[in-house]
Every structure is written in structure tokens, then in C-alpha cells.
């Protein structure tokens, strides 16, 4: 009997073959690969513009300023370098030009320690104060920001009149008490305290409103804890605020030491016609000021340029030291 060879009809027939849009499978496997390099490289496309910036204003003159330094260079002919090596280090730490080196790290020392210092502790006091329900708190905290705000040198003259040794109001004030008048430009401390003075009111406000951020994060329930065991506002603030603050504290200390490395408007423009040397006798030079010195009026661009890579190695260290501090920080909570 001859076999039939109909399909079984309880079985599905074969879906009809279909083919993907377009000609073929070509534009769909485009398709998924545009997809695929979209996801992958569009975060590339969207931060290319900071490297570039970076490259081209951050990383080429950081470089090019170690080539410097390598190469006795003049302001005045720019083109022509003469390789020396590591002379203008030698120079620096050791050789002829290390006292001055060595006196405006001092300097650069000391005066990050005399504005610092004060600067953070009455900026904490300030936010500790701005915590609380003040009246005209936003006012006062928008207040604070003003001398930020203000110009270096619109601070710096301001002040170079109240520090002036004929009619200075300072000394209008030390005569109240009565204190001799101080020739603040001359002496080695009062012309460190009087910069320190100018960077102190710029800044202040600034960590202040950072300190009162980190404020407003501490938990309150920590201050409830503490009140229900019978702390005072004063107990509260040394054994709750202050502990919590600790990671921004070494924030604004590493940073005001930062800026106490760079500092340079306040004391050239604090001297007047000895500015671009720290004054008359270097009293209060930093590393800012003497590499401007070097570089812009003794035409020394090679040593300008070792001057700038030591403060880089200066404030590596810095950034090591704050690591290793905060790493401890956290592993002691």
C-alpha cells in the first residue's frame, strides 16, 4: 500500500522564513555595534573636554616648567637654554641662593601657622554660633562670604592703610592701651602677623560655611543622646561636633596650608615698592614671592622653575600626609 507523505496535521508547520529589516543582516549588526560603541565610549566623549583642558593647561606647563629647570634660561631670550642638570636645585638647597630659599620656606611656615590657626578656630566658632536659630541667620551667612568675595587687592591696600606706621588704625588702637606705635612693614613678626591679619579676614567666612555644612550633617539624635546624659551645649560641642568634624578639619587644614604655599597677592602687594621681594629684607618673603622674584626680576627663569617643582614636592607631601591621616581617621571610628 503506498505510503502517504502529507505532514501530520496536530504538527505546527514551519514559521515562514523572515528576514530582519533592511537588505539583509548587514545595517542590524551596524546597528548593534553603533549601539555598542555608544554605550561604551559616550562617558569618553562627555569628560575628553576636561583632559584636553587639562593636557593643554594643566599637564603641558607642568612639564615644560621641569624641562625649564633643568636648563639655565633668561627671561629675555627665552629660545636659547643651556642644559646645567640639577644646578638650580643645588643652587637652591645648598649653593648660593639657599638661604634665601631656606628663609622663605620659614617664612612660607610661619605665616601658614599664624593665619591658619586662628582662621580655623574662630571659623568654627562661627559655625557652631550660625547652628543655632539666630535671627537674620541667612543674612549672616551670606555676610560671611564677603571678604572672600572681595578682591585680593582691594584687601590687601585696605589693610596696608589700617598697618600704615603714620595715622595706621592699628596704632591708633595700640595707643589706646597704651602701647608704642609699631612699624608693622619692618619687623620680621608684626609684618607676618599684618599679612596673616589680611589672609585671616579673607578666609574665615569661607570655613566657616564649610564647617557649618559638616555641622548640619551630624545626626541630631547624637545630640539628644547627649543632652539626655546631662551635656551642656559646651560638652555637646567638644565630645559630638568636634569628633564628627574631624575628617573636614584636616580638610581645611591641608587646604589653608595649600594656600598659605601659594600665597602671593597678600605680601607683594603689602609691601609696595619691596613687595616683589618680601620686603626689605625678605622678612616676609614666601615661596610664591621668591620664585617671582627669580623668575621676573633677577630673570632666572630656570630657577623660577626648580623653585615651582620643589613647592609641587612640598604639597605632594602634604597630600601624603593627609592620606595617611585620614586613613587613620577612619579606621579609628
Known amino acids: 500500500m503506498a505510503t502517504s507523505t502529507r505532514a501530520n496535521p496536530r504538527e505546527p508547520a514551519d514559521p515562514p522564513a523572515t528576514s530582519p529589516p533592511g537588505r539583509g543582516g548587514a545595517p542590524t549588526s551596524l546597528r548593534t555595534r553603533l549601539r555598542r560603541w555608544d554605550h561604551t565610549g559616550s562617558p569618553y566623549v562627555f569628560v575628553a573636554p576636561f583632559f584636553l583642558v587639562f593636557a593643554i593647561f594643566g599637564l603641558f606647563p607642568l612639564l615644560y616648567t621641569g624641562w625649564l629647570s633643568l636648563h639655565q634660561v633668561s627671561l629675555y631670550n627665552v629660545d636659547q637654554t643651556d642644559w646645567v642638570g640639577l644646578q638650580n636645585y643645588r643652587d637652591l638647597l645648598i649653593g648660593p641662593a639657599s638661604e634665601l630659599f631656606w628663609r622663605a620656606l620659614r617664612n612660607t611656615v610661619s605665616l601658614g601657622v599664624l593665619s591658619t590657626v586662628p582662621q580655623l578656630l574662630i571659623a568654627l566658632g562661627l559655625a557652631h554660633l550660625l ?184 604639597l605632594l607631601l602634604v597630600g601624603l600626609a593627609n592620606t595617611l591621616i585620614a586613613r587613620r581617621l577612619r579606621a579609628a571610628k
Not at 133 to 143: D, E, S, V
Not at 151 to 162: D, E, G, K, R, Y
Not at 179 to 194: D, V, Y
Not at 221 to 238: S, T, V
Open 131 to 314: 547652628n543655632y536659630r539666630l535671627p537674620a541667620r541667612g543674612f549672616l551667612r551670606t555676610a560671611l562670604l564677603a571678604p572672600y568675595a572681595t578682591s585680593v587687592a582691594a584687601a590687601t591696600l585696605v589693610f596696608a592703610l589700617i598697618f600704615s606706621p603714620e595715622g595706621g588704625m592699628a596704632n591708633w588702637l595700640l595707643g589706646l592701651v597704651g602701647a608704642g606705635p609699631i612699624r608693622w612693614e619692618s619687623g620680621a613678626w608684626s609684618s607676618q602677623i599684618a599679612v596673616s591679619v589680611i589672609v585671616i579676614w579673607r578666609w574665615t567666612g569661607y570655613n566657616a560655611l564649610i564647617y557649618l555644612a559638616a555641622m548640619q550633617a551630624v545626626p541630631r539624635e547624637l545630640y539628644e543622646a547627649a543632652a539626655i546624659d546631662g551635656a551642656n551645649r559646651w560638652k555637646q560641642f567638644r565630645h559630638v561636633t568636634i569628633p564628627e568634624l574631624r575628617p573636614t578639619i584636616l580638610f581645611t587644614v591641608v587646604v589653608s596650608f595649600i594656600g598659605s604655599t601659594q600665597l602671593f597677592g597678600e605680601p607683594y602687594l603689602f609691601g609696595g615698592q619691596s613687595g616683589h621681594q618680601g620686603g626689605t629684607n625678605h622678612q616676609y618673603e614666601t615661596l610664591g614671592i621668591l620664585m617671582y622674584d627669580q623668575g621676573f626680576h633677577y630673570s632666572l627663569l630656570g630657577r623660577a622653575s626648580a623653585i615651582a617643582w620643589l613647592m609641587f614636592g612640598l
